[in-house]
């Protein structure tokens, strides 16, 4: 394995870890206004995906669907916005956000431009929406067990990286339908 010494995410979980195992972590990456942010970072250091062989990317993406399961399970979000981009750290890792129309920034990405408030376009200061996420972060310690204990089911296997398939698709329909 290379190491890479100035790597923010070779040096560190970047973020509370919710499950980790040999190949990938799931970590805790809420903020304020979006406090379901939760992230899927790939433990070696590679740039892309196409750096990854099938197994592997199929494993991280299985390994990303199942959060999005996860939090339409318990958030019922209006949109999930799925993420890779790496241009402030080039370590391939997924973000996994839940978005609601009437969160700050929607329906721009959550780097974009904050979303005006509706008769204060003038306004310099642009107001968060704190009862979306007060109502999302009631529901957060739930999510973050469940991850937990979902992950260990499916990907907590030393000798193989990827989810025994039918199994998953199995989970993955059971969350969607719950
Ligand atoms: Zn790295």
New binding site residues.
């Given amino acids: 394995m290379t190491a890479?010494t100035d790597?923010?995410?070779?040096?560190s979980d970047g973020g509370a870890v919710l499950f980790r195992n040999a190949f990938l972590r799931v970590v805790d990456a809420q903020q304020a206004d979006y406090p379901a942010f939760t992230r899927v970072i790939?433990n070696?250091?590679?740039q892309e995906m196409t750096d990854l062989n099938q197994t592997e990317r199929s494993s991280l993406m299985s390994a990303v669907y199942l959060v999005e399961a996860l939090q339409r399970r318990h958030f019922q979000p209006d949109k999930i916005n799925l993420a890779q981009l790496g241009n402030m750290?080039?370590?391939v890792h997924w973000h996994i956000i839940a978005r609601f129309a009437d969160d700050k920034h929607f329906p721009n990405p959550i780097w974009g431009v904050p979303r005006e408030p509706a008769g204060v376009s003038d306004s310099h200061e642009l107001q968060p929406v704190p009862s979306r996420s007060a109502q999302t972060s009631q529901h957060v310690k739930a999510y973050h067990r469940d991850i937990t204990q979902s992950f260990t089911a499916l990907f907590d296997h030393p000798d193989q990286t990827l989810p025994q398939q039918t199994l998953f698709e199995q989970t993955l329909q059971q969350i969607i339908d719950s």
């Fill in positions: 890479h790597c923010p995410l070779c040096n790939l070696r250091h590679a750290v080039p370590h």
